[in-house]
């Protein structure tokens, strides 16, 4: 009866050498011989079932731990994404700025030579219309 335990049970490598010889024991100590095939395959049926319920579990920790990967992964894909696109609206705003301070140092550089005009002009109309200053100038330059 041990081989026939051995070859059921061992295929599956849930149960130990040394637990299969124990359960023999047991079964053998406890049981009528007409009994214990009938023990035995219930060992088995649990054994089976323990093993099952296991890989059941595993396969179920394995698709939970993928759709979180997969879910992480989207993140970053998203994340990513979102980075481009504030890059994008960035250099945009960038390109803008630069632009209206291109148009700022255009409007400054006019001012300036509008500036210096009316200055020159100002000062021209200063010494024709004060005829002491014009007097001063023309006697010095005498």
Same mark, same amino acid.
């Given at each position: ?25 047991? +079964? ?5 011989? #007409? *009994?214990?095939? %009938?023990? !035995?395959?219930?060992?088995? =049926?649990?054994? $089976?079932? @323990?093993?099952?319920?296991?890989? +059941? ?5 394995? #698709? *939970?731990?993928? %759709?979180? !990967?997969?879910?992480?992964? =989207?993140?970053? $894909?998203? @994340? ?12 945009? *705003? ?49």
């Amino acid at each position: 009866m041990q081989g026939n335990m051995m070859q059921v049970i061992q295929p599956n490598h849930t149960i130990s050498q040394s637990t299969i010889a124990l359960i023999m024991k047991l +079964i053998k100590k406890s049981y009528k011989e #007409e *009994e214990q095939q %009938e023990v !035995l395959n219930d060992i088995v =049926a649990i054994v $089976d079932e @323990v093993k099952r319920d296991n890989r +059941i579990s595993s396969e179920l920790i394995r #698709e *939970e731990v993928v %759709e979180k !990967l997969k879910g992480e992964l =989207a993140t970053k $894909d998203f @994340v990513r994404a979102e980075i481009a696109g504030v890059k994008q609206e960035l250099k945009q *705003e960038i390109a803008k700025v630069e632009k209206e301070i291109a148009e700022v140092r255009a409007n400054y550089r006019s001012l300036r030579q509008e500036m210096k005009f009316y200055a020159i002009g100002l000062g021209v109309l200063i010494i024709i219309l004060q005829p002491k200053v014009f007097d001063f100038i023309t006697a010095f330059l005498k």
